[in-house]
Every structure is written in structure tokens, then in C-alpha cells.
């Protein structure tokens, strides 16, 4: 660890029993004690950080004297503790780390000289797809399937976890990452080198969040700002507002965590909290448990926050301690939090940008959708509330149809809210009775569309119609790390089996816990046998149905539902909804409680008023409804406290890094540098270090650049970078078929992520993208100019074309260019593909930064100018001018630009350029941050 400046003479020494640690008080700085908690731990990294370049006193200070009211103005480096990965958006990263040690011993370096200088751990959770499901064999079956599909990529990463130092890989069947992060991987207050300090965390998943609940401060980000972090580099961010959320009151019996998480998410997106920090305070924190914080910092990215901050204080170590956590981490934790003035204070009334307060006891039980978290609707009005939004889903297109659109875990609200209009028809199938029996769907439809259908399925005959309930799934991070919803779930099934209750027919229903702890104590309190008598057998470990990995529904429903075109709806335990998300097949999805979904499983459909409707009828012929089987709140907590042991968890983690005999028996490759296979379609060497010399070459104006692609206003990340199914026909197929990959092994962009050739054919191919070279044409298209005519053509081969012949490509936004998650490809694909450029209205901060990362320059249009209201329409060539002055080590304030039309006429205007800072103007003259990364350690060694 590098030793801090220490202008504020801050370090000083905590003793904790018979240990003393080094630490920075934070009441060495004045104003610092009256900070919110995420506050204080971002004053704490920099003063404990203090190198007098990227972190000054006077940064210190800025958090020091924090003006709540104010905008956010002031840039800081913030330097995490460590960062965690998921496999898909992980493997790239590592695919570069990789490649950067074949560049450093091109250059006569050592390849030792790379290795990650902060924790990277990675968890093996998006691979698994639920193909099986409905038997005891579903789990194997699954895995298997996941292990043949993604052998090439779980070799290359068994080699980094030996080639590399301080990286780690928790095999796949384990858990889903953010689960497996606050069980065990998280550290709350760390110690390294005789110095304690809080636990800071940044990943590759939007839902790193999760950890927030266990009081460590971090978020999801791309690629390339893991990559930095992990070679040390600090991240951008400016000082943030903070918005206070009191708590108060308590959760009545019947409502769970769920129901008070959409009721969190419903407000906050109401209210407004983009780019802001939310923080939690008052006495209603301290009734919390600790699983219901990780489900409420687990939301974060729905209601549109950077972070979901809970104080550390007794729910938490106690948490700890239930997890398997030392007792020297116990007694760190909370002598460290106190002495920092980060123990939660119920009483204290801090000073916040905004303020929210929510009574705990006003809740009720909730579910969200048809296609956003936020749409919350309280379950007494579902059946309403799905009358009303049917009508937005007849007879329109499937969004699903060409494979949805998905980010790192799958699609975002920028990215789909795009297209309001629905698609299909009404009244779905009504339950199936005790015994089996299925009432025909267009009974009761009383003006509603419908459009019956027979399905002859499992040796049934059954009648589906819209609304039908094709997928129930209990599934992802935000729930299945949650005991209460979890073990309410299992109860609810056990009551409705012994009332004789079975789940609709034609449903596919799943359970994938986020660790093997909820199989414990599923085993322990016996509930196993009654879950699968609704159907709910254990599918795998890790983020199915959430992230679109529900697998293909069985083939005559599939069937029916696309002869029918019904409006087949989804029921998850999830955090996702969006549109075209969880299954090609599925229009409406809606986001519940694991309790909710066994509940819906057994309705079968969502035209269903739970408070009116039967269920079913029980052995004797009576109704039984849902709040027959509802299990208590007193039940839910006498099973908990016999089933969940800190032994179960200390059990499961013991070998945490081991894996199974399929893990242990790949053919693993040795060496420090990798043996990359030419003919690999997963992993390829990155080309982002081709030719690199130990000197930076002067950076150069841009001259006669073509426009690739004419974007509007809210182009998110999700629209540019590559991600969801393969499309047969697209670049990224033909480029598969090329190599002999069959249509059935095409997977998907996300598990190809360590193949830069599958992924630059997939940027800005996204189906909802609207290229304006273009009238009415939506998906990865352009106009090719290289072409006589400038006919349509795929971005990536016009983008090929251009390159052929030397000519440099711009691409032209409008307002708020690069909203969204999907960071690190979207501008990685967005270099690849030979843009020198974007000129957009206004960026969002992190993508303009990630695309000076990988050496494309930002610049944005004069003040009250885009390119329409300049009268430009694509056609132009462009020419930049003033980028040069970088080479004398300055940073232009704004370029010169001249678009240059068919017919001679120019259009010019002076636009700012968007790099901001001295650090990124390095990164810039350098081509990018890893080349940047790559000469710092050539110069050091």
C-alpha cells in the first residue's frame, strides 16, 4: 500500500482487543463528522490515498466542506479496495489483462510485471440457462449443458486464477456473484498491512449495489474502469448530492422485503435519484435485517441511484458473524465504525441534498410490470391494473422476437421504454382446479380480447389464452439471498400441497438460489419435497430467468403461444422486467416475491384477484385462497431460527474456490503468457496493443471522416454495445458460421465477450436503434458511402469498407449520448469498428470518460446546436481540427470542426472538447488507458 501524504496528520492508531491497526481518523479533517456515512468513507479513501497528484488536499477538503445543496462540480478519484466480476462482463477483462502481458513482454518486459494490484475476484454465475426443469435431474442436466457450452472460456479463466496474483475465481454451481459477495467475499472493514480501512467495492454487475447493504460503498461499472481499478488506477467521479431516506415504523405481518422494495423503488423513481448516492437513516434502519438491506441496496440501478447506502451497526455484524466471519473481523469492524462516526445513529438527523421518509407499516404487498421495476402495482389491483395494460399488447410486434435487448445482465429501461407500443390479447387461461382439470380461458371474458388456444402438452389437453402464466421463476440476486421470502415461499408450498393444490400445467417454473446456503436450509426444514410438488425443483446456481437464461419454454407451448400470438406473461422473482428480456416468447413480465410467484404458478394466469378468486379446491371440495396458505410471520421466523445456522454457511464456503470434479478436470493451459487458438470463437487475443511502441505517436486532427451512424437524443450504452442472442444472418452469425459454429452453438454476445471479432459485429446492432442516414429503418444499419448509391449496409460492414480505404468515421449524438450500463464494449466496439469521434449535444460522464479510455475523442456541439439545427444530415465528410494541441501538453478547450457537404458547401462551428481532466488528457495522448497502464509499468520496472 502506498503511503498517503497525510497533509491533515490523520494517521493514527486503533486498538481492537490485542491488535492495533494503523487508520485515518476522519476528525482530523474539520466538517468531516457531520457527513453522510457515504461520505465519510469516500474522505476517508482520499485521505488515506493523499498522493498530492490525483489526490490533493484540496480534494479532501471539497468532501470536508460538501455543500448539500449544491450541483455536483467537483471531480475526485476514488481508488475501491477491490472488485468483483461476473463471467460475462469478468472475461474480457481478464482477456485484456492477458493481452497486456503478451504487449509488456513484446516491449522486453517481464510478464510478472502484470498483475491485478487489488483484489479481482470473479464469480462464475450468468453461464447457466434453464434448458431442464420439472425433475430431480433438472440441476445436473443444466450444468453439464453449461460446462459444454462454455469450455473454452472456463479453461482460459482456470489459467488466470493460476497465471495471475490476487485474482480468484469461484467456480460455476456455487451462487450468484452478489450473493456469494456479501456471504463471504465481503470484507466491511479491511486490513492490509497494519492499516485498517472501510471496505470499497466496485464490479462488473449493475447489482454490485447488493453490498451496500452491509454498509460498503461501491457500484457497478464497465470494463474498463474494473481493468484501471484493478492496475491501481483510481475512477473518476465527481462529489455527489445524497439524497436521505428515513425509515420508520415497522413491516406488518404479510407484507415481505419484496413488497417494500418496490414500494422503495415506485418513490424513488418518482422523486428523481439519477447519479445520485440514496442513504438510509432513522430509527425504522435499525428493524431491518440485514437480508432486507441487501435487497433494498440490490435495486439500486431500478430506481436510478449510484449507490444504496445503509450504516454499518449491530444487524450488521451480527450478519457477519451469522456468515462465518472471524472474531477478529467481528471486533475490527465495529471498533473501526465507531471510531469513524460510521455506526448508525437512529437519532441523528445528518444533513442531506433531499430528503424521503417512508412508514415500514404503509406498505403492501406489491408486484411490479407488465415490462419496468418501478411500475409498481399493489396486488389488489393486479387484476385491474392487467386488464387495462393487455390492451398494449395485442396484436403489436413481439418485442422479444429477435432476441430482446440486454446490458451486462440483460436489457435496461433506456433501452427498451424506447417502443410504448405492446403488442398482443386478452384473458388468459383460468387455473387448473386440485385435480388437474384446466377451465376453458375464454370463460368469463367478458369483452376482454382473447384468443383461445389448443395445446395438447405432458399429456394434457389444455386451452392457453393472453395473460397466461408461461414462466414462473424464483430467481436472482434481490430475492434468493433474502431467508424470509425464501422460507415463506417453501411454506406457502408445503400448505398448498397439503390443501391438494398443483401448479398450472403449462407453466415452466424454476428455483435457482444465489447460494447453496438456501439448499441447506431448504434441506433442513424439509421444504424441498414440498416445492417441488408445485413444481419448483432446484435448475441451478447463478442468474437465470432474471438476465433472459430462462431457457426455451417446451416446444407445443412455445407453439401455441406464437399460433396464438399470445400475450404470455412472466412472473419472477427478479429485478428485471423489461420488454423482450426474459424469454423470446414471454410480452408481459412482472417482478414479485418468490412467495407471489409459487402463488401466481398455481393461478396460472394474471387475470387473477387473489382476494376474490379461488386458487383451487382442497381434498374435500372446498375453495382455498391465497390467504388459506399464506404462511405467518411467526412461522416464517420459527423456521428460520431452526434452519439457518452459521455452521451452514461456514460449511458451504469452506472450499468456496474448489469447485466440482468438472471445474478440477479441465485441461487447464500453463505458462504466464496465454496460448491463444486462432480458431477460438470465445477467446481471441485483444488487438488493442498491435504495433504499440514504448512512446506514445503524436495524436493527430481527424481528416475526411464519414458519419457511421446519425443518433437522436437518450442513445444509451444498451444500444450501442453488443449484447443478447445472436441474430441468424447478422456479422456476428456469418463471422460464427464462417467458423463452423453450428446455429444451435451460437450462444450468446454476452458469453462471447472474451472475442472482440463476435463482439465489434455487434455494436450498434442493437433492433431499437434508429440510425437517422436512414428513413424508418430500425437495428444495426447505415448508409455505406464507399458504395455508388450509399446503399443500406450493416454498420460493421460499412465500418469495414471505410476502413479498407483509409477513412475515418464519426458518429453524431444528441442529448445525453451514452446513458446505461453495457460501458466497457460499448466504447471498445465503438474504437474497433475505426470511430475517431462522437459529437453528441451532452454525454453521460462515465461513457464520454470510457471512450477517451479506449482513444476516441468526445466532443460536443456548440451550446443550443445539434446536427440537425446545423443542417446536417449525415452526408458530410467531416474534418477536426485543434486536437493536436495535446501533443504540447495542453488541453484544447474546443476543435474546429468543418462538415463538408456533396455539392462543396461547409458547415463549420467551434465545439468544446470533452476531455476534461490532466488524467484524461494522458490517457488520450496515450491512445487509451491500458496503453497508458502498459508504458507506466514499462517505464517502472
Not at 482477456?95 to 462464475?124: F, K, W, Y
Not at 382473447?450 to 430475492?479: F, K, R
Not at 453450428?742 to 471479432?757: C, F, I, Q, T, V
Amino acid at each position: 500500500m502506498t503511503e498517503s501524504k497525510n497533509s491533515f496528520d490523520a494517521k493514527s492508531t486503533l486498538e481492537v482487543g490485542e491488535k492495533s491497526y494503523d487508520y485515518y481518523r476522519l476528525s482530523a479533517v474539520p466538517g468531516m463528522e457531520k457527513l453522510p456515512y457515504s461520505l465519510k468513507v469516500l474522505g476517508e479513501n482520499l485521505l488515506r490515498n493523499e498522493d498530492g497528484k490525483n489526490v490533493t488536499r484540496e480534494h479532501i477538503e471539497a468532501v470536508a466542506n460538501w455543500d448539500a445543496s449544491a450541483d455536483p462540480s467537483i471531480e475526485i478519484q476514488f481508488t475501491p479496495a477491490r472488485v468483483i466480476m461476473q463471467d460475462f462482463t469478468g472475461v474480457a477483462c481478464i482477456v485484456d489483462l492477458a493481452t497486456i502481458r503478451d504487449a509488456v513482454v513484446t516491449l522486453g518486459g517481464e510478464a510478472d510485471q502484470v498483475n491485478p494490484l487489488n483484489p479481482a475476484e470473479m464469480v462464475i454465475d450468468h453461464s447457466v440457462i434453464i434448458e431442464a426443469f420439472g425433475d430431480s435431474d433438472a440441476l445436473e442436466k443444466n450444468v453439464e449443458i453449461e460446462y459444454q457450452r462454455n469450455d473454452e472460456r472456463y479453461k482460459f479463466l482456470r489459467w488466470g486464477t493460476g497465471a495471475f496474483d490476487n485474482f480468484r475465481v469461484v467456480p460455476p454451481g456455487t451462487g450468484i456473484v452478489h450473493q456469494v459477495n456479501i456471504e463471504y467475499l465481503a470484507r466491511s472493514v479491511f486490513e492490509k498491512d497494519g492499516v485498517a480501512y472501510p471496505d470499497t467495492c466496485v464490479g462488473t454487475d449493475s447489482h454490485t449495489t447488493m453490498q451496500n447493504g452491509l454498509g460498503i460503498l461501491g457500484w457497478g461499472v464497465g470494463g474498463i474502469e474494473a481493468e484501471a481499478a484493478m492496475l491501481g488506477q483510481p475512477i473518476s467521479m465527481l462529489i455527489p448530492r445524497v439524497v436521505g431516506f428515513k425509515l420508520t415504523g415497522e413491516i406488518n405481518a404479510g407484507v415481505t422485503a419484496t413488497d417494500v422494495v418496490l414500494t422503495i423503488t415506485d418513490l424513488l423513481r418518482q422523486h428523481g435519484v439519477v447519479g445520485k448516492f440514496v442513504e438510509f437513516y432513522g430509527k425504522g434502519v435499525g428493524e431491518l435485517p440485514l437480508a432486507n438491506r441487501a435487497t433494498i441496496g440490490n435495486m439500486s440501478p431500478e430506481f436510478g441511484s449510484t449507490a444504496a447506502m445503509f450504516p454499518i451497526d449491530e444487524e450488521t455484524v451480527k450478519y457477519l458473524e451469522l456468515t462465518g466471519r472471524d472474531k477478529e473481523t467481528l471486533e475490527r469492524v465495529e471498533a473501526y465504525a465507531k471510531a469513524q462516526g460510521m455506526w448508525l445513529d437512529p437519532e441523528a438527523e445528518i444533513e442531506y441534498s433531499e430528503y424521503l421518509e417512508l412508514d415500514l407499516s404503509t406498505v403492501v404487498p406489491s408486484i411490479a410490470g407488465p415490462k419496468r421495476p418501478q411500475d409498481r402495482i399493489e396486488l389488489s389491483d393486479s387484476k385491474s391494473q392487467f386488464r387495462k395494460d393487455i390492451h398494449n399488447y395485442v396484436e403489436a410486434p413481439n418485442v422479444g422476437e429477435e432476441g430482446g435487448v440486454f446490458d451486462d445482465e440483460g436489457p435496461t429501461t433506456e433501452a427498451t421504454s424506447a417502443s410504448d407500443s405492446g403488442s398482443s390479447s386478452e384473458t388468459p387461461a383460468s387455473a387448473a382446479d386440485a385435480k388437474g382439470n384446466v377451465p376453458s380461458a375464454a370463460e368469463g371474458a367478458e369483452g376482454r380480447p382473447s384468443n383461445p388456444t389448443a395445446v395438447h402438452y405432458n399429456g394434457q389437453d389444455m386451452e392457453l389464452d393472453h395473460g397466461m402464466v408461461a414462466i414462473a421463476s424464483i430467481t436472482s440476486c434481490t430475492n434468493t439471498s433474502n431467508p424470509s421470502v425464501m422460507i415463506g415461499a417453501g411454506l406457502l408450498a408445503r400448505k398448498a400441497a397439503e390443501k391438494g393444490l398443483q401448479s398450472a400445467p403449462w407453466v415452466k417454473t424454476s428455483m435457482a438460489p444465489g447460494s447453496q446456503v438456501v439448499n441447506g436450509y431448504y434441506e433442513a426444514a424439509g421444504l424441498w419435497k414440498d416445492l417441488e410438488a408445485m413444481g419448483f425443483y432446484l435448475v441451478g446456481y447463478g442468474c437465470t430467468t432474471c438476465i433472459g437464461n430462462s431457457g426455451p419454454l417446451p416446444d407445443e407451448i412455445s407453439a401455441g403461444i406464437n399460433e396464438g400470438d399470445l400475450a404470455a406473461t412472466a412472473v419472477l422473482s427478479g429485478n428485471r422486467n423489461f420488454e423482450g428480456r426474459i424469454n423470446p416468447d414471454v410480452k408481459m413480465n412482472y417482478l414479485a416475491s418468490p412467495i407471489l410467484v409459487i402463488a401466481y404458478a398455481i393461478a396460472g394466469t394474471m387475470d387473477f384477484d387473489f382476494e376474490t378468486q379461488a386458487l383451487g379446491k382442497d381434498n374435500e371440495g372446498n375453495d382455498v385462497f391465497l390467504r388459506d396458505i399464506w404462511p405467518s410471520t411467526e412461522e416464517i421466523e420459527k423456521v428460520i431460527a431452526e434452519s439457518i445456522t452459521k455452521e451452514l454457511y461456514t460449511a458451504d464456503y469452506a472450499d468456496v474456490f474448489k469447485g466440482d470434479e468438472r471445474w478440477q478436470n479441465l485441461d487447464v493451459p500453463t505458462g504466464k503468457t496465454f496460448e491463444w487458438d486462432e480458431n477460438s470463437t470465445y477467446i481471441r487475443r485483444a488487438p488493442y496493443f498491435d504495433g504499440m511502441s514504448t512512446e506514445p505517436e503524436a495524436v493527430k486532427d481527424i481528416s475526411g471522416a464519414r458519419v457511421l451512424a446519425l443518433l437522436g437524443d437518450s442513445v444509451t450504452t444498451d444500444h450501442i454495445s453488443p449484447a443478447s442472442t445472436i441474430k441468424p444472418g447478422s456479422p456476428a452469425a456469418q463471422y460464427l458460421d464462417e467458423h463452423g459454429v453450428e446455429r444451435k452453438d451460437y450462444n450468446s454476445l454476452g458469453a462471447r465477450r472474451g472475442n472482440h471479432e463476435v463482439m465489434v459485429r455487434g455494436t450498434f446492432a442493437n433492433i431499437r436503434l434508429q440510425n437517422q442516414l436512414l428513413d424508418n429503418v430500425s437495428g444495426g444499419y447505415t448508409r455505406d458511402f464507399t458504395q455508388e448509391g450509399a446503399p443500406q449496409a450493416y454498420i460493421y460492414d460499412a465500418a469495414m469498407n471505410y476502413k479498407e480505404q483509409d477513412t475515418p468515421l464519426v458518429v453524431l449524438g444528441g442529448k445525453e449520448y451514452g446513458t446505461g450500463s453495457s460501458r466497457d464494449w460499448a466504447a471498445k466496439g465503438t474504437l474497433l469498428l475505426g470511430v475517431k469521434a462522437v459529437i453528441a449535444e451532452s454525454f453521460e460522464r462515465i461513457h464520454r470518460s470510457n471512450l477517451i479510455g479506449m482513444g476516441v475523442v468526445p466532443v460536443q456541439f456548440p451550446e443550443g446546436e445539434s446536427w440537425k439545427s446545423l443542417g446536417i444530415d449525415g452526408s458530410e465528410t467531416f474534418d477536426i481540427s485543434g486536437i493536436e494541441e495535446l501533443n504540447n501538453g495542453g488541453i484544447p478547450k474546443s476543435v474546429k470542426v468543418v462538415a463538408t457537404k456533396e455539392n462543396g458547401e461547409k458547415i463549420e462551428f467551434d465545439a468544446p472538447t470533452r476531455i476534461d481532466t490532466p488524467g484524461e488528457a494522458d490517457y488520450y495522448r496515450n491512445g487509451g488507458i491500458l496503453q497508458y497502464v502498459l508504458r507506466n509499468m514499462m517505464a517502472s520496472k
